[in-house]
Nanobody, 124 residues
């Protein structure tokens, strides 16, 4: 059974930075694609960033591009969030695709494994 565990959320002022981490374990984890999503207050879950196993061609949502950096080292993924804005507030989820798939995706439905989420609050 694959488990994803996020850490690193918290409260930060606008313009600040946070670093989220996600560690995958169990089920002989071999997912080629890991990603991050977020659920802003009162909204649906939305794509943030994704990366392949060899860390090639990371994909970012337009609203975080040039501010967030996703990285990957085996079964661990990190999301470095810089220049945070109040609009970045939400619950952040780590996700992983089934090992059959090698391409990143922005769709929630394309990710099979999910973490429990970590809260990020950006104050103005």
């Amino acid at each position: 059974q694959v488990q994803l565990v996020e850490s690193g959320g918290g409260l930060v002022q606008a313009g600040g930075s946070l670093r989220l981490s996600c560690v995958a374990s169990g089920g002989n984890f071999r997912s080629q694609v890991m990603g991050w999503f977020r659920r802003p207050p009162g909204k649906e879950r939305e794509f943030v960033a994704a990366i392949t196993e060899i860390s090639a061609w990371p994909e970012y949502a337009d609203y975080v591009k040039d501010r967030f950096i996703i990285s990957r080292d085996g079964a661990e993924s990190t999301l470095q969030m810089n220049s945070l804005e109040p609009e970045d507030t939400g619950v952040y989820y780590c996700a992983a695709r089934n090992s059959r798939f090698s391409f990143t995706s922005e769709s929630v439905n394309d990710y099979e494994y999910w973490g429990q989420g970590t809260q990020v609050i950006v104050s103005s």
